[in-house]
């Protein structure tokens, strides 16, 4: 199989100024899907699409492929980002002169994904022939049980609710957040009809500690303490055991 990996990540934000290159533990934010790419070891190539130059030059430091200026109309506070994803496949093909198998694309504002949650979404496309994968979390709310719409009349119901009601959200039908990480599509199904979901999308549950999608300045904080905490346990783990005071 032939994967192509892309990063869309625009230059401009209004929830965190420059937030895919607002520095995280030492790296702009766009690095660490480059450098968890690389980590998986499953690319033919990682490309990055931006309108910013600035996040270009970013991206090719941290060792990205393919540089792919994007236009500014896919590039808005509007523009949905498939059409993003299809353009820079297309520039990659084109200009390397290949068609790959496989389409993985990592959302720049997840970071905190592990390489072996990038192989696993893989893994469960290739082995059971699905047409694409995403990743997602346990959700916390569950639309049979706590999850909640208000009516044109002002009243509240529950969002799914089921002949017999639900007494424990444990109960329900499992239900998941995505958490807008990992998406791998077969190439040929993408470029026929880019979509996010058809009927046979499969997905790849992650843990809630690596399901973190920043849009704001919270979000940021709560990715730099999980962070942080992360890289201090690393730390601890490689340091040699203490020695015995009567050693």
Known sequence: MK???????????????????????????????ILQAKAAGLFAAIAVS???????RAAEAAGADVLVSRPGELATDTAPKLPAIAHCLREVERRLGCRYDILVDLD????LRLPEDIAGAVRLL???????????????RSPYFNLVEVDESGVARISKPLPKPVERRQDGP?????????????????VADPA?????????EMPEERSVDIDGALDF???????????????????????????
């Open 3 to 33: 994967r192509l990996c892309t990063i869309c990540a625009r230059g401009g934000s209004k929830g965190l100024k420059d937030k895919n290159l607002h520095p995280l533990a030492g790296r702009p934010l766009v690095a660490h899907s």
């Open 50 to 56: 931006s309108d910013s130059e600035s996040l270009l």
């Open 108 to 111: 720049a504002t997840s970071p």
């Open 126 to 140: 290739e082995t059971r022939d699905l047409s694409n994968v995403i990743t997602g979390t346990p959700a916390r």
């Open 174 to 190: 499992r239900c998941y957040d995505m958490n807008a990480s990992v998406y791998v599509w077969r190439r040929d199904v993408f």
């Open 196 to 204: 996010l979901f058809y009927e046979d999308t499969g997905l790849y």
């Open 221 to 247: 904080d709560i990715v730099e303490m999980l962070m942080e905490r992360r890289l201090a346990t690393a730390a601890s783990q490689m340091l040699p055991a203490p020695r015995m005071v009567n050693e």
